[in-house]
């Protein structure tokens, strides 16, 4: 079977959680229409996601092995094999979905801190002396980054009249780093303006659905 990976970088409970309402509905959706396809889910603050550094690589971004990794103290072997560990279930994985809230204009530190754990030399990129690659166009793949904000994102104000329109950095951040490993197709869902007085969370929830046809079609 082909394999989509949810991914929670939210600490609240899912009816709690306004990225996590969006996403479900999208994942009964796809799920309902492409019954070959399993989920996996991996909750970024209920799951263990380490804390990556220098004790754990042996070069950059490639994990220590051999005689250095039996040198560890163990708390920084599991760490290791932690890290491998989530490399993996991330390149097995067909479809990514991702719910997060907006965080100061970007997402919460958890998903990078994961995205430090599995990005990795030999394993999804490359580095070497001609430079650094991706390596994951070994298949196609395709994400989803399920976003809920206060506000409307890109905004323009009078004190901001140019800065408004590239503050959305969670977007365009994940949108960098999954093309440079080889993620071609990446889609936003934006549930935005959830503290808008004419918006709100259920209306904008019901925007964010009529949405989904469309993103089913791009994600399948």
């Known amino acids: 079977m082909k394999k989509i990976l949810y991914i929670i970088a939210n600490s609240k409970i899912e009816e709690h959680s306004t990225c996590q309402r969006a996403a479900r509905m999208f994942l009964n959706a796809f ?20 804390e990556p550094n220098h004790r754990h690589f ?10 250095d990794f039996e040198a560890l103290a163990e708390k920084d072997k599991a760490t290791v094999h932690r ?15 991702i719910a997060s809230p907006m965080w ?3 997402f919460p530190y958890k998903l990078k801190q994961f995205l430090d754990c599995i990005i990795l030399n030999t394993q999804t990129i490359s580095i070497s002396p001609k430079g650094v690659k991706g390596l994951l166009h070994d298949k196609e793949r395709k994400s989803l980054y399920v976003q809920s904000s206060a506000a409307m994102y890109p905004f323009t104000t009078i004190e901001l009249p140019l800065i408004g329109s590239r503050v959305n950095h969670g977007v ?28 709100g969370v259920e209306l904008a929830l019901l925007k964010g659905a009529k949405e989904i046809p469309r993103l089913l079609k791009e994600f399948k």
């Open 31 to 50: 799920l309902e229409n492409n019954p070959e396809y399993e989920l996996e889910t991996l909750n970024l603050y209920e799951d263990e996601i380490p």
């Open 58 to 67: 042996v070069s950059r971004a490639e994990l220590v092995s051999g005689s």
């Open 104 to 106: 100061t204009l970007s």
């Open 172 to 199: 365009t951040y994940l949108e960098d780093v999954f093309l440079f490993l080889g993620i071609k197709s990446i889609h936003p869902l934006l549930i935005q303006g959830t503290e808008i007085d004419d918006v």
């Open 83 to 97: 890290m491998a560990e989530l490399c993996q279930l991330f390149k097995s994985a067909d479809r990514y979905v």
